[in-house]
Structure formats: structure tokens, C-alpha cells
């Protein structure tokens, strides 16, 4: 389940104790979260302990933007962010960055070449992926790297970082090396092991696997303008999301599937994305949804 205890709203009115309590409800075992700073690092820390004592595990989700006048500079921020997270708390896991491809394309193109990508933003998001696992490193050997959930067809941007290669066809760069791959899926995207875009369709699981790691689904919802609260919960539980995830989950060794998310986004946020309100404790059809499928399908 994703969560966003630094972004205040809902978050803010309900406890911790009380997520945990609906995360338990829901059947939820993994709770993602953001850090971004000293501050959100401290404050998640305390959310975790609070959920580690009731069985859920809380894992950040390290972000940051490529807006940095070099590569190293770019290091030198990622590496502080992840020995600030690492130092709040020793998580089992530590997302590195998230959908950070995105920023480091050439335009509205798939993400499927390394043409696609901006070679400088490219090296730049480079630095701060390399500079946060090695901050992370610092303190914390035996945690777990997620690799930054990346989005819709932007694969090759993981596999330039895994290569040591870069948008400019150059090779013998720094290789970047991770435990876990993440990527993201919306229900405006179709399927993902048929994902057609401009280049074609793309069994993006498929590649995925290639990285020779488990998949992690961190991040998979329902746009709120797809429908009806109840077309909204059926699409979440089926079979182009949480019914594939599951039915191919051997297949492609998919262990874990983060719901999109706890709570909706207040107004002027991102959407009315929640399984529970904005208020922190009405159940929409999809918390209903998610708890019956969970129930059926222990993992």
C-alpha cells in the first residue's frame, strides 16, 4: 500500500496507530512511503516503529528531482537524502528514486531505446540514483535496494543504469546495481504484459525479468476518471491489475504489489486515487474491493 505521511492531509488527521489499523483491516503487509529531507526521514522513522509493533513494514521511497548543475553534484544529494534514511531507521528496503526516467526523456516518446533519453538528465539522475544507494550503503549494508519505480514503457532508462551506457551509445560508465525492480501501472495503460505505445506493444514484465531480480509493483491504481467508486473497484481487483499481478506473479516472479493508495489526495492534490477518503476513515467500494481480494489471495 502506498502511503504519504510527509504530505499532510488525511495523513495528518489520522494517527499512525490508526493506518496501521486499517492497513491490518485491508490485509496490507508493505506501507510505502516518501522522504525527501532530514525532517520527512525523522517522521517516517516514527510511523515505521509504530507499524513494525503491528506487522506491517514500511519502506521509503527516497525522492528527488534531477535539477542539479552536474552528475556529481547530483551524487552528492542522493548520497546525504539516503545516509539521512538510513541514519532515521534501518528499513528492510529503500526505493531509490521515483519515476526519475520520466524527467530524463527526450520528449513524448516510450522509453524503450536510449535514444529516448536526454543524455545530460540521464547522467544527472544517474548521479542522484548512484549518490543515494551509496549514502544508504553508509549506514545500512543489510537493507534491501529497490530500484526507483520507473513508469509505462521508460525500461530502457534501467536498462542503461544496469549496462554502464548512456543515451549517446558510449559505454564504460558507472554500472548501478539493485536487489529489487519496481515499476509502476495505471489503468490507463492497458496491460502490462501487452503495453502498446508508439514503438509497438511490450510485454514490460517480460523485460523487466531480464534484470535476473524479483519484481516489485510499487505503485498500481485506478485514474479517478475512469468511473463510478464501484467500476473504480472492480477494475482494481481485476484482470488487468490486481488478478494479473497475482495469476502471473510465477511467471515473471512478481513478490510484491503496492496499492495506489491509502487515502485520496486532498483537493488540488493528485486525485481521489484513496481506497478510504480524505478524511482518513470513509471506506470507498475499493477498500472493500482490496480486503476481499487480499483475503482470497494470501501472499
Wanted: proline share 4%; hydrophobic share 35%; glycine share 12%.
Amino acid at each position: 500500500m502506498n502511503g504519504h505521511n510527509n504530505e499532510g492531509g488525511a495523513y495528518d488527521i489520522s494517527s499512525p496507530a490508526l493506518q496501521l489499523s486499517q492497513l491490518q483491516t485491508l490485509g496490507a503487509k508493505l506501507y510505502r512511503n516518501e522522504v525527501y529531507s532530514q525532517a520527512s526521514a525523522t517522521k517516517l522513522a516514527g510511523v515505521a516503529k509504530t507499524m513494525a509493533a503491528g506487522g506491517v513494514t514500511v519502506f521509503p521511497v527516497l525522492l528527488s528531482g534531477i535539477d542539479f548543475n552536474s552528475e556529481n553534484d547530483a551524487y552528492n544529494a542522493g548520497y546525504a537524502l539516503g545516509q539521512q534514511t538510513a541514519t532515521a531507521y534501518k528499513y528492510p528496503y529503500y526505493e531509490v528514486s521515483n519515476e526519475l526516467g520520466a524527467e530524463a526523456l527526450t520528449g513524448n516518446v516510450d522509453g524503450v531505446y536510449p535514444q529516448h533519453f536526454d543524455n545530460t538528465k540521464f547522467q544527472k539522475a544517474r548521479g542522484v540514483i548512484r549518490g543515494m544507494i551509496d549514502g544508504i550503503k553508509s549506514v545500512d549494508t543489510n537493507g534491501k535496494i529497490v530500484m526507483g519505480g520507473g513508469a509505462w514503457l521508460h525500461y530502457g532508462f534501467d536498462q542503461m543504469l544496469a549496462n554502464g551506457t548512456q543515451p549517446d551509445g558510449s559505454t564504460g560508465h558507472p554500472v548501478v546495481n539493485w536487489d529489487i525492480t519496481a515499476w509502476h501501472w495505471y489503468s490507463d495503460q492497458g496491460d502490462i504484459a501487452n503495453a502498446c505505445g508508439g514503438t509497438g506493444c511490450h510485454d514490460v514484465l517480460g523485460v523487466l525479468q531480464q534484470f535476473g531480480k524479483p519484481i516489485w509493483i510499487t505503485e498500481y491504481g485506478v485514474r479517478p476518471t475512469y468511473g463510478s467508486d464501484q467500476q473504480i473497484a472492480s477494475y482494481l481487483v481485476g484482470d488487468k491489475m490486481m488478478a494479473e499481478f497475482v495469476a502471473v506473479a510465477s511467471k515473471y516472479n512478481v513478490q510484491a504489489i503496492q496499492a495506489y493508495e491509502l487515502y485520496d489526495d486532498p483537493p488540488g492534490g493528485e486525485g481521489a486515487y484513496g481506497l478510504l477518503k480524505n478524511d482518513g476513515s470513509t471506506q470507498k467500494a475499493s477498500f472493500t474491493a482490496y480486503k476481499s481480494f487480499a483475503a482470497s489471495n494470501p501472499r
